[in-house]
């Protein structure tokens, strides 16, 4: 079993930048792959970023190529994502899950889901 809890959201200004994490509890949690998620209103869950348990191998959605970063720490059982040049657009709450096999940019490949934290991008 692994409880996951996001944190690191809130308002910044387009251009701007945020680091969110995700602090997970189970002795278990670094054998996971961990991917990032988010989701706004009426829309789709979307994959942002993906991260394998030991960190050698990371992927990431279209629309965040370059922007974003993803890490983590096993020792601290946390997985990072850096956002950097925000844009209004990545706006959303954000999720971060994990995955007990290899890691995909599949949300149903998940099994354990945080409760999001929310990111609003001003212009």
């Known amino acids: 079993q692994v409880q996951l809890v996001e944190s690191g959201g809130g308002l910044v200004q387009a251009g701007g930048s945020l680091r969110l994490s995700c602090a997970a509890s189970?002795?278990?949690?670094?054998?996971?792959?961990v991917g990032w998620f988010r989701q706004t209103a009426g829309k789709d869950r979307e994959f942002v970023a993906g991260?394998?348990?030991?960190?050698?191998?990371?992927w990431y959605g279209d629309s965040v190529k370059g922007r974003f970063t993803i890490s983590r720490d096993n020792a601290l059982n946390t997985v990072y994502l850096q956002m950097n040049s925000l844009k209004p657009e990545d706006t959303a709450v954000y999720y971060c899950?994990?995955?007990?096999?290899?890691?995909?940019?599949?949300?149903?490949?998940?099994?354990?889901w945080g409760q999001g934290t929310q990111v609003t991008v001003s212009s």
């Open positions: 899950a994990a995955d007990p096999r290899s890691g995909s940019y599949y949300e149903n490949l998940y099994d354990y």
């Open positions: 189970g002795r278990s949690f670094r054998s996971y792959a």
């Open positions: 991260i394998s348990w030991g960190g050698r191998s990371t």
